[in-house]
C-alpha cells in the first residue's frame, strides 16, 4: 500500500436504492470532492452540491462530507459523497472520480477491507477492531 494513493469504493450495497455512499480516503480526497463539487468543504459538515462529471455536466446532486486527517475513520483525509442509488448514478460518479486519476494523484478502487486496514496502519483502530468490523459486515443475525 502506497502511502500516497487514494481510494474509493461504495460503501452501501450496489443496488438500486433511494441513496448510495461512495468514500474516498487519501492524499487526494479534497481536490477530487473540489472538482466533483466545485465547492470549499467545511469538515465535519455536509453540504448539499451537485455533482459534476469530467466535463463539468451536472449527474445529480447530494451530500458532500469532508473529515480532515488526523480526524477520520483512516486517519487519512475522507470524502464522502451521498448521491441518489440508482446505478447509474452510482456508475457515473464512481467512473467520474477513477478518470480524474492522474500521476501526480493516483486514485483507485479500494481492495476489501482496506478502509480499515488504513485505520489499523495509521493507529486509528486495534488489529481486534479490525476484525471485529469485518464480523459485524459479515454477520447475518442479531445474535452474530
Known amino acids: 500500500m502506497s502511502k ?10 450496489c443496488i438500486n436504492s433511494p441513496v448510495a455512499i461512495v468514500r474516498v480516503s487519501g492524499p487526494f480526497s479534497y481536490d477530487l470532492a473540489l472538482k466533483i463539487c466545485g465547492l470549499n468543504l467545511v469538515p465535519r459538515a455536509a453540504t448539499y452540491c451537485s455533482f459534476k462529471n469530467v466535463e ?7 451530500l458532500a462530507i469532508f473529515f480532515k486527517s488526523p480526524a477520520s475513520f ?19 460518479l464512481i467512473q467520474t472520480c477513477l478518470k480524474l486519476n492522474n500521476i501526480n494523484n493516483p486514485i483507485r478502487l ?3 477491507g482496506e478502509f480499515s486496514k488504513r485505520a489499523f496502519l495509521n493507529n486509528k483502530i486495534s488489529l ?17
Do not use: R
Open 128 to 144: 481486534l477492531e479490525a476484525e471485529s468490523i469485518a464480523d459485524t459486515i459479515n454477520s447475518s443475525s442479531a445474535q452474530e
Open 74 to 92: 483512516t486517519g487519512e483525509d475522507i470524502v464522502e459523497f451521498h448521491c441518489h442509488g440508482g446505478l447509474g448514478v452510482l456508475d457515473i
Open 110 to 112: 479500494a481492495l476489501p
Open 4 to 13: 500516497f494513493e487514494t481510494i474509493l469504493a461504495p460503501v452501501t450495497p
Open 56 to 62: 463539468s455536466k451536472v449527474f445529480d446532486s447530494g
